[in-house]
């Protein structure tokens, strides 16, 4: 009896801020924990980061050895995209191409990341370039739209319809009759015209200037292509 007394006093007796410090005792230590956590998380990635390095170098000292070990290549490629090593990985890109015809997959990817890099310091001219040499070293419908596609998006530049015109006429050239895939670039020619077609369409209701635009194009090979597919593609 006297032991339940004192219990009850000491609970009675405890100061007030006594729970309070518990519970910051306890936020104290799952914010610790948190902390850890992130610290843990940091170190792996620092890990990941001196791994890949290593394997980098190990992949350019073999190269340095044997230039022509493909697999090193395309692994050498891989982890310093994965890496975002923009300049090594051009480097590395470069050195490849001039010791072998590059895939699809590797063309793509080298022509995609100069596009994004081309946002930002306006060098057109240059991402036009790599395009020149990837639809020569690869025959390929998904280079070829991509290389029209990327036209179209200059277009507003001196020159820029021309330019897109010609791009798609050397693709149908190239590409025109692939059993499978052709189809898909005389697609984008045509819709790329009728776009084209539609913004001459005079708003003054000037038939005779209408007429003078018209004439000529309806003339072309372009204009043709408003008017039918592309030539048979399809098996008898």
């Known amino acids: 009896m006297a032991a339940a007394e004192h219990g009850e006093m000491e609970q009675e007796t405890r100061a007030p801020g006594d729970e309070e410090e518990e519970e910051m005792e306890s936020e104290g230590e799952a914010h610790g924990d948190g902390s850890s956590e992130g610290t843990g998380q940091a170190s792996s990635d620092e890990d990941d980061e001196k791994e890949n390095e290593a394997e980098i170098q190990r992949l350019e000292e073999q190269l340095s050895i044997n230039a022509f070990d493909y697999n090193c290549h395309v692994d050498l490629i891989k982890l310093l995209r994965q890496e975002g090593e923009l300049e090594r990985l051009r480097r590395a890109r470069q050195k490849m191409s001039e010791l072998f015809p590059l895939t699809e997959e590797i063309w793509l990817d080298w022509l995609k990341d100069e596009m994004k890099v081309e946002e930002e310091d306006s060098s057109r001219e240059k991402v036009y370039e790599l395009f020149q040499r990837a639809v020569k070293d690869y025959i390929c419908p998904e280079i070829w739209l991509e290389y029209a596609q990327y036209s179209i998006g200059g277009m507003g530049e001196e020159g820029g319809i021309a330019r897109v015109r010609s791009v798609f006429e050397r693709a149908l050239t190239a590409v025109g009759l692939h059993m499978t895939k052709g189809s898909t670039v005389w697609d984008a020619y045509r819709e790329f015209e009728n776009a084209i077609l539609g913004t001459l369409q005079p708003m003054t209701g000037d038939a ?29």
């Open 208 to 236: 005779g200037c209408w007429e003078g635009l018209r004439q000529p194009i309806e003339g072309s090979r372009q204009y043709a292509l408003r008017l039918q597919g592309p030539p048979a593609t399809k098996m008898a």
